[in-house]
C-alpha cells in the first residue's frame, strides 16, 4: 500500500530552528515535495527532492534519503507568519503523475 | 511564474442545482490538472485527473456523474458539480501540472468554498 506519516501537531518559538519529518512508504517513487497551508487558502508548492540529500532555499531546507524512505523540511529563523500546516508528497509511480500526500503537520510558532 | 487561477472563489446555491468552477494556468501549458476537496482540518483528498483531450480519471468512491470534468484546452479544467447538496459543500482546489517539467511539481488554484443550502 501506500503510506505517508509525518506528526500531527508541532509548536517552536519564534526564530528558533523546527524540523518536519516525513516517513513514507510507496510502491514508486518520483520525487518528495513540501508544500506548505496556511488556514482556508490552498497549498503553496516549497521544495522537491529527487536525488538524496539536501536542498536548501533561504529559510526553508528539505533532506531526502531514499533508501530510509525518509524526508525532512528545516525551517530556519521561524517567523510568526510561518504558522501553517506542512503537507508531505511522494510522486506515484507509473503514468498517472499523481502525488500521494500526507496528512499534513501543523506548526504554530509561538512569539 | 506557474500561476493558477480559479473562480469563482465562493458560491452559494441551492441544493438541487448545478455550479461550475473554473481552473486555470495563466503562464504555463497544463496537459493535466487535478480536482481536489477538502473538509476543515483535513487533508487535500483527491476526487479526480483531468487530461487534456481525454476522459479524466477519477478516484475510488468519487461519483463521475455528479462531478463532471472538462478540460478542454491546455489551460483550462472545469469542474461542473451537478445536483448539488448540503454534503457537497466543501473547499473544492485544483492544481495544474507544467507540461514541460519532468518532475511532478503541481500549482494551486485559490480554491473554491462552496455552500449548498
Known amino acids: 500500500g501506500q503510506n505517508i506519516d509525518q506528526p500531527t501537531e508541532m509548536t517552536a518559538t519564534e526564530g528558533a530552528i523546527v524540523q518536519i519529518n516525513c516517513t513514507y512508504q510507496?510502491?514508486?517513487?518520483?520525487?518528495l515535495f513540501w508544500y506548505q497551508q496556511h488556514a482556508g487558502e490552498a497549498p503553496t508548492f516549497l521544495s522537491y527532492n529527487v536525488l538524496d540529500g539536501l536542498e536548501e532555499k533561504g529559510r526553508f531546507s528539505s533532506f531526502l534519503s531514499r533508501s530510509k524512505g525518509y524526508s525532512y523540511l528545516l525551517l530556519k529563523e521561524l517567523q510568526m507568519k510561518d504558522s501553517a500546516s506542512y503537507l508531505c508528497?511522494?510522486?506515484?509511480?507509473?503514468?498517472?503523475?499523481?502525488?500521494?500526500w500526507g496528512l499534513g503537520t501543523s506548526l504554530a510558532v509561538n512569539p | 511564474g506557474a500561476v493558477v487561477s480559479q473562480h469563482p472563489s465562493r458560491v452559494i446555491c441551492k441544493s438541487g442545482t448545478s455550479v461550475k468552477i473554473e481552473c486555470r494556468s495563466l503562464d504555463f501549458q497544463a496537459t493535466t490538472m487535478f480536482w481536489y476537496r477538502q473538509f476543515p482540518k483535513q487533508s487535500l483528498m483527491l476526487m479526480a485527473t483531468s487530461n487534456e483531450g481525454s476522459k479524466a480519471t477519477y478516484e475510488q468512491g468519487v461519483e463521475k456523474d455528479k462531478f463532471l470534468i472538462n478540460h478542454a484546452s491546455l489551460t483550462l479544467s472545469t469542474l461542473t458539480v451537478t445536483s448539488a447538496h448540503p454534503e457537497d459543500s466543501s473547499f473544492y482546489i485544483c492544481?495544474?501540472?507544467?507540461?514541460?517539467?519532468?518532475?511532478?511539481?503541481?500549482?494551486f488554484g485559490p480554491g473554491t468554498r462552496l455552500t449548498v443550502t
Open positions: 508528497a511522494v510522486g506515484d509511480a507509473g503514468n498517472n503523475r499523481k502525488l500521494i
Open positions: 510507496t510502491s514508486g517513487f518520483n520525487g
Open positions: 492544481s495544474a501540472q507544467p507540461t514541460d517539467r519532468v518532475i511532478y511539481e503541481q500549482y
